[in-house]
């Protein structure tokens, strides 16, 4: 699944995992410093958001090159909107055997116990010999049912440029990169081709599109409708929202650097969840490939 299919899918999974969401929700994000002396038509902006998505799918494969730090602040809200509680938690996010896997190593922004960090490390061992014990079959089975996923993303992000009115509005700098910025609308009479893309006329989105590297470099995006998942499973309310950045790293791939969702769901009709999250990952790093993985240590081979 690639970060793009994640953007719509992300609530859908937060709803149904009771997991968090983020920031406060926007009732419209302000209108981009339009550029007036340049313009797309819609048919450029679908063409661009294919190209997009094809980028995505090649971050997605780089970032599997990177151990970086993830660092989740979730609050639990009630009825008013006035936080209830905050928990954090820290991760390192590092790569095993091919498997992307989250080591927690702080809680509160504070390093785990002596007894959490016993039991983390044990579940990283876990893994570990699990996929030291893989026959290659079972390897060879695991890998190709990732790929028939990315796959699914490609095809899943390709679909969104057919599902939306694209509406351009300008330029803006973020940063240092100067983009087009983008308004997605649902296309009226749109029937989607994948069952995971039947959810995308209860969304809208804004995007930012660099304009020298055709890669996003921030979503925007709003739940305008409820979206009910199964009879009885999951309900995502109207009005949640979504923002992700990205960034470049290395000069050569673009990486997530700030996630924001603001979560309003009810699960199996009974429990609500009124949440927020914020993620903010930072110190990527190059998984060398003249290491080996000894417990959850890297080693640097010898010559």
Not at 11 to 24: E, N, Q
Not at 276 to 297: A, W
Request: hydrophobic share 35%.
């Amino acid at each position: 699944m690639t970060n793009l299919q994640r953007i719509f899918v992300l609530s859908l999974a937060f709803a149904v995992l009771g997991l968090g969401t983020w920031r406060a929700i926007q009732a419209q994000a302000p209108a981009a410093r339009a550029n007036a002396t340049e313009t797309l038509s819609s048919e450029q902006i679908r063409a661009l958001i294919r190209q997009a998505a094809d980028k995505d799918l090649e971050n997605d494969k780089r970032q599997r090159d990177y151990t970086y730090i993830e660092r989740q602040v979730e609050q639990k809200l009630d009825g008013k909107g006035e936080v209830k509680s905050t928990e954090i938690r820290t991760h390192e996010i590092m790569m095993l055997y091919d498997e992307q896997v989250e080591r927690l190593i702080a809680k509160d922004d504070k390093p785990l116990s002596s007894k959490d960090a016993e039991k983390e490390e044990e579940r990283i061992e876990k893994v570990i010999d699990k996929r030291k014990n893989e026959s290659d079959d079972q390897r060879h089975k695991r890998l190709q049912k990732q790929e028939k996923e990315r796959e699914q993303g490609r095809q899943f992000v390709r679909e969104i440029a057919d599902a939306y009115n694209f509406r351009f509005l300008g330029t803006e700098m973020l940063g240092d990169r100067d983009t087009y910025v983008i308004d997605a609308d649902p296309r009226p009479g749109y029937e989607p081709h994948m069952k995971e893309a039947k959810f995308l006329p209860k969304f809208r989105f804004r995007v930012w599109v660099d304009k020298s590297e055709s890669q996003w470099v921030k979503l925007d995006v709003h739940c305008i409708e409820t979206v009910s998942i199964g009879l009885f499973l999951a309900r995502l309310h109207k009005g949640s929202n979504l923002q992700i950045e990205q960034t470049r790293v290395n000069d050569e791939v673009w990486l997530p650097k700030h996630v924001a969702l603001k979560l309003d769901a009810r699960i199996a009709l009974l429990k609500g969840f009124n949440l927020t999250e914020d993620l903010t990952y930072r110190d990527y790093r190059k998984f060398r490939t003249d290491t080996r993985i000894v417990g959850t240590e890297e080693v640097k081979h010898e010559p």
